[in-house]
C-alpha cells in the first residue's frame, strides 16, 4: 500500500506573483506539501460574495486567504503564520520584502525552521539587479537566448519556458526541497536564492560547451541541434501537418531513409556538412507527398526517430492523460484532475484558506483574526 505524499505536512506560505513562484509551489502541493497563497486584499475576499478568480492558472492544491502588507494588523498575522511554517516563498525583486518588515533575518529569528526561498529574474548583484524584466530578458543576458533561432533570423524565444519555469520555478521548488534534506541534519532553516538568469545558465551548460566542439561550434542554427541538421528538424506534410525528425545515430538515419523511401546514397552524404541543404530539400519533398496521418503509421513502431508534431487542442480531445513529472512508487504525487489540466480552474482570492488556518494553528475568525476591507487582520486581544 502507497505512503503518503513525500511532502505531505509540509507547510509553504506562497506570496502570490507571477508565473515562476506559483509553479515552484505547484510543484510542491503536486507532492503533498500544503500551500497557502497569499493574496492582495479584495472588497469581496472572504465574504457571503466571492471576487472574481486570480488570473494565475497555476493554483492546483492549493488555498487562499487575502492580507494587505502594508496593514500592520495584517503583517502581524502574517508573522503569526510564519511561526508554524515550513517554507515562504518570495517572489518579488530584491528589497520588497525588507521593505515590508519581513526580511529574512527577522523571519528566521522569529522562526529558526523556516525556510525562506527568494526567486528573482536578474541575479542580485550586478548592473542589472534594480531593473525589471521578463523571460525573455533573463534569458537574453544568460547567453542562451543567442543559441536559439533559424540562421540568418534573429533569435527566437521559445515561449516563456526556459528561464520562467524550467531556470525559475523548477530549480526553486528543487532548492527548497534541498533545504528541507539539510534541515534534517542541522534542525535550522535557511534562504534559498534563485534567479532565472543563473537558471537558465545552467540550463544551456551542454549547448554553451558544446560551442568548444564540432557539434555546436557554428553560427546560430547550423549547428547538429539547432535546426542546422536536416536529420534533426521539422517538416511539413501534405496536410499542413507536421512531422519532427531526430535520426542522430547511423541506424537510425537508415531507417528514417528506408521509412522515407529516399536514395539510401544518402548514407554516404550524411557526415558532409556541404549536403545538409541537398538532404534537407529531398526530406521536405519527400514529406509533403502525404498527410501526417500517413506517415505516423508508417513510422509509429520504428527506431527511425519520426514523430508526430501533437496539438494541445488535439491531445485535450484525445484525453491524453497528464501526469506529474517523477513517480515514487511507495510515496506517489496527489493525482492531476483531468478536466483542471486542460481548463484553467483559477483559484478565487480566500478561498479555503481559513479552513488551512484552522488545520495548521487552529486560528479561528472573529477569535484569532478578523476580517477588515477585505483582507484577513490579527484580532486585537
Known amino acids: 500500500m502507497a505512503n503518503a505524499p513525500p511532502l505531505a505536512g509540509v507547510r509553504v506560505v506562497e506570496l502570490a506573483g507571477l508565473a515562476p513562484g506559483p509553479f515552484a509551489s505547484l510543484i510542491l502541493a503536486d507532492y503533498g506539501a500544503s500551500v497557502l497563497r497569499i493574496d492582495r486584499p479584495h472588497a469581496l475576499a472572504h465574504s457571503d460574495k466571492k471576487p472574481p478568480p486570480t ?32 517554507v515562504l516563498i518570495d517572489p518579488f525583486r530584491p528589497g520588497v520584502l525588507e521593505k515590508a518588515g519581513l526580511s529574512p533575518s527577522k523571519l528566521l529569528s522569529i522562526n529558526k525552521n ?7 529574474g536578474f541575479r542580485r548583484d550586478g548592473e542589472y539587479s534594480k531593473m525589471a524584466g521578463h523571460d525573455i530578458n533573463y534569458l537574453a543576458v544568460s547567453g542562451v537566448l543567442s543559441q536559439l533561432g533559424r540562421k540568418g533570423q ?47 545558465a545552467y540550463l544551456g551548460t551542454f549547448l554553451r560547451l558544446g560551442t568548444k566542439t564540432p557539434m555546436w561550434d557554428q553560427p546560430r542554427g547550423g549547428n547538429l541541434l539547432d535546426g542546422g541538421c536536416p536529420w534533426y528538424d521539422v517538416y511539413e506534410c501534405k496536410d499542413g ?29 550524411r557526415d558532409d556538412r556541404k549536403s545538409w541543404t541537398a538532404i534537407r530539400e529531398q526530406f521536405k519533398t519527400t514529406f509533403m507527398k502525404k498527410t501526417r496521418m500517413e506517415w505516423e503509421e508508417i513510422f509509429l513502431g520504428s527506431d527511425a526517430c ?24 511507495e510515496s506517489p504525487a496527489l493525482g492531476i484532475d483531468q478536466a483542471g489540466a486542460w481548463i484553467p480552474r483559477p483559484l478565487t482570492p480566500g478561498s479555503g484558506g481559513e479552513d ?16 477588515e476591507n477585505g483582507s484577513l487582520v490579527k484580532a486585537k486581544l
Open 55 to 86: 488570473n494565475d492558472p497555476l493554483v492546483r492544491h492549493k488555498s487562499s486567504i487575502c492580507i494587505d502588507l502594508k496593514s500592520p494588523a495584517g503583517l502581524s498575522l502574517l508573522l503569526s503564520i510564519l511561526k508554524n511554517t515550513d
Open 241 to 269: 501537418g507536421f512531422m519532427a525528425v531526430g535520426a542522430l545515430e547511423p541506424q537510425f538515419f537508415v531507417e528514417l531513409i528506408q521509412k522515407l523511401g529516399v536514395d539510401e546514397a544518402l548514407l554516404k552524404q
Open 154 to 200: 534573429p533569435p527566437y524565444p521559445p515561449g516563456n519556458i526556459l528561464a520562467d519555469f524550467a531556470g525559475g520555478g523548477l530549480p526553486c521548488a528543487l532548492g527548497i526541497i534541498m533545504a528541507l534534506l539539510v534541515r534534517e541534519r542541522t534542525g535550522n532553516g535557511q534562504v534559498v536564492e534563485n534567479n532565472m538568469v543563473d537558471g537558465a
Open 356 to 371: 488551512l488556518l484552522k488545520e495548521w494553528m487552529g486560528l479561528q475568525r472573529g477569535k484569532d483574526f478578523n476580517v
Open 306 to 329: 519520426c514523430t508526430p508534431v501533437l496539438g494541445q487542442a488535439e491531445l485535450e480531445a484525445a484525453k491524453y492523460e497528464q501526469r506529474p513529472p517523477v513517480s515514487l512508487g
Open 114 to 120: 523556516l525556510i525562506i526561498a527568494r526567486l528573482t
